[in-house]
């Protein structure tokens, strides 16, 4: 099957299957399909099941409404204020680091993730994940211009209760109460507005974020097969409620991992190619600077360079544990995805000849990883 008979017959199973909730029969029916796929290939290919929540926001929800309560009650308690803030501000910088532990609670769903493996010692790894986001009205296309500030001022208002408390403990000033409450009531907001999200809201088809990255990754699996290359290509579940499938792959192989690079493929149907020189959410973490390098070096790409500051990808584990890592995402004129967790993220409007690109770029960059000629 040539390349665009490939690229697609996949894009056609993506639209069949429509949205993929995280931990839903959905996402296993398209992980099934993957399967079947690498399968026909001719590539080893294993199914690994794992506990996942079906979303992120009842670990959110604890989080948020943890820390407003302690807002809420500085002038009442401000002892019990002080010592649930500093356990909750811990917790929420663990959870935006993808060290979960709030989140891990919430664990009542299975997901998966399907493993290819051609060879026992890849020489790269390449990964996407499947699941698709539940919309909401904070990722409505009028709103959604600037999630990093929406990041900082969470980050803000929870630093802002913890510096709070601690002070009227220790100096007992009453406009310390009035610092405190104002960031209280927008984290009350978040929690509103991600209660509306779970119950008023449906899910985006995913057609970009990530079928996009799912049809380039089978295209290079089946590329780099044809090409000799020992790789492992690896799809994962439920990404977008924790990056579960990269945190699950990470658990149980990650001592094979040490030196490999890896290279992650999310949202690049649409928009402008981007690798991701920076990516996380309360820390950053930069990606592995020889990789930056090694694709910088190629020539007539039409990719662009520069941090990717929305949320975290399934990169960011692995660049958050010290793994060599990177993203290639596509960004619009905001520097965002394109139709961004909303539900005209359909298969319409994903680019063949971004999807293309991709595959030739990744193609490209491991043959002169093999001194291979391009």
């Known amino acids: 099957m040539s390349e665009k008979d490939f690229i697609g017959f996949?894009?056609?199973k993506l639209q069949e299957v429509g949205p993929r909730p995280s931990a839903s029969s959905k996402e296993w029916d398209f992980l099934r399909?993957?399967?079947?796929?690498?399968?026909?290939?001719?590539?080893?290919?294993?199914?690994?099941?794992?506990?996942?929540?079906?979303?992120?926001?009842?670990?959110?929800?604890?989080?948020?409404?943890?820390?407003?309560?302690?807002?809420?009650?500085?002038?009442?308690?401000?002892?019990?204020?002080?010592?649930?803030?500093?356990?909750?501000?811990?917790?929420?910088?663990?959870?935006?680091?993808?060290?979960?532990?709030?989140?891990?609670?919430?664990?009542?769903?299975?997901?998966?993730?399907?493993?290819?493996?051609?060879g026992e010692n890849p020489e790269v790894v390449i990964m996407a994940h499947v699941d698709s986001a539940r919309c909401s009205l904070f990722f409505h296309p009028r709103f959604v211009t600037n999630p990093r500030l929406s990041?900082?001022?969470?980050?803000?208002?929870?630093?802002?209760?913890?510096?709070?408390?601690?002070?009227?403990?220790?100096?007992?000033?009453?406009?310390?109460?009035?610092?405190?409450?104002?960031?209280?009531?927008?984290?009350?907001?978040?929690?509103?507005?991600?209660?509306?999200?779970?119950?008023?809201?449906?899910?985006?088809?995913?057609?970009?974020?990530?079928?996009?990255?799912?049809?380039?990754?089978?295209?290079?699996?089946?590329v780099l097969r044809g090409k000799g290359v020992p790789f492992w290509v690896v799809f994962t579940g439920a990404e977008e409620s924790g990056t579960w499938g990269a945190l699950h792959f990470l658990k149980r192989y990650g001592s094979l991992l040490s030196k490999k690079p890896i290279l992650n493929l999310d949202s690049i149907g649409t928009g402008k190619l981007t690798v991701a020189t920076k990516e996380g959410m309360w820390k950053v973490y930069r990606a592995a600077p020889h990789l930056v390098q090694e694709f910088k070096k190629l020539r007539d790409t039409g990719l662009h360079f520069r941090p990717y500051l929305g949320l975290f990808t399934d990169a960011t584990p692995f660049l958050a544990r010290g793994f060599e890592a990177l993203t290639i995402i596509a960004l619009g004129e905001n520097g965002l995805p394109v139709n961004w967790h909303w539900y005209t993220d359909t298969v319409g409007k994903v680019r063949e000849e971004n999807l293309r690109q991709v595959v030739a770029v990744v193609t490209e960059w491991v043959e002169k990883r093999r001194g291979l000629p391009a």
């Not at 909750?88 to 299975?110: C, I, K, N, Q």
């Not at 709070?164 to 409450?181: D, N, T």
């Open 10 to 12: 996949t894009l056609s």
């Open 151 to 222: 990041l900082l001022l969470l980050v803000y208002s929870s630093v802002c209760i913890t510096g709070s408390s601690l002070l009227f403990v220790l100096f007992r000033w009453g406009i310390l109460f009035w610092v405190g409450l104002f960031p209280s009531f927008y984290l009350a907001f978040l929690a509103l507005g991600h209660l509306h999200r779970e119950f008023f809201m449906g899910f985006s088809p995913g057609g970009n974020d990530n079928g996009s990255g799912v049809v380039a990754a089978l295209e290079i699996a089946r």
């Open 33 to 118: 399909f993957i399967k079947e796929c690498l399968e026909s290939l001719g590539i080893t290919t294993g199914w690994e099941a794992f506990p996942a929540p079906s979303s992120y926001t009842w670990g959110h929800l604890f989080l948020w409404l943890g820390m407003a309560q302690a807002g809420f009650l500085l002038w009442v308690a401000p002892l019990w204020s002080l010592v649930s803030s500093m356990v909750v501000l811990f917790l929420e910088y663990a959870e935006l680091a993808t060290f979960p532990l709030v989140s891990a609670l919430f664990r009542f769903g299975e997901s998966a993730n399907v493993v290819g493996e051609n």
